[in-house]
T-cell receptor
């Protein structure tokens, strides 16, 4: 079967660092996406990992371990506007995305 | 605006009615995907097209659902005899032919079935 697991919700403080974990079990795995989604809006692309290791992009970094079926999204210097749902998605052959349920991040002052 | 567009943005209908949604992908994106998202959940894959060919359909896509992309550009998703369980956000995404695996999402159509 196909399964993507991530925490339902997390809370962090403005200026802090938060790590959102994602584990996956899928067939035909090509890579791992992270999307950000504000309430009532479309998901917006954050990162895509194909190879093992860390990819850094400004305040956001994403890590992938294919052998462990594990990824995380690291957000640094948190801002209030980072409050959103963060979606982990496995990219399968054929191109479809298998999403987790999303992690609702609340950033507090 | 060169992003993915979807119409209508909101649709309220009565149970048993038919509804049709439209998605206009980013120009020259040959792959187009439909997803459904309910509150508190991640999007679920429904179907996808490469140009005008529908290449995969999820088991979620019952025989009441049909999708088309007649000229390989815009796509429509029709739901016949709507049920309350069809209430969800219907998202469309497109992806270019080469250079990236990234899918770009439209704003979605929120369907409410009364």
């Amino acid at each position: 079967g196909q399964n993507i697991d991530q925490p339902t919700e997390m809370t962090a403080t403005e200026g802090a660092i938060v790590q959102i974990n994602c584990t996956y079990q899928t067939s035909g795995f090509n890579g791992l996406f992270w999307y950000q989604q504000h309430a009532g809006e479309a998901p917006t692309f954050l990162s895509y990992n194909v190879l093992d290791g860390l990819e850094e992009k400004g305040r956001f970094s994403s890590f992938l371990s294919r052998s462990k079926g594990y990824s995380y999204l690291l957000l640094k210097e948190l801002q209030m506007k980072d409050s959103a749902s963060y979606l982990c998605a496995a990219h399968n052959q054929g191109g479809k995305l298998i999403f987790g349920q999303g992690t609702e991040l609340s950033v507090k002052p | 605006d060169t992003g993915v567009s979807q119409n209508p943005r909101h649709k309220i209908t009565k149970r048993g009615q038919n509804v049709t949604f439209r998605c206009d992908p980013i120009s020259e994106h040959n792959r187009l995907y439909w997803y459904r998202q309910t509150l508190g959940q991640g999007p679920e894959f429904l179907t996808y097209f490469q140009n005008e060919a529908q290449l995969e359909k999820s088991r979620l896509l019952s025989d009441r659902f049909s999708a088309e992309r007649p000229k390989g550009s815009f796509s429509t998703l029709e739901i016949q005899r709507t049920e309350q369980g069809d209430s969800a956000m219907y998202l469309c995404a497109s992806r270019p032919k080469v250079s990236t695996d990234t899918q770009y999402f439209g704003p979605g159509t929120r369907l409410t079935v009364l």
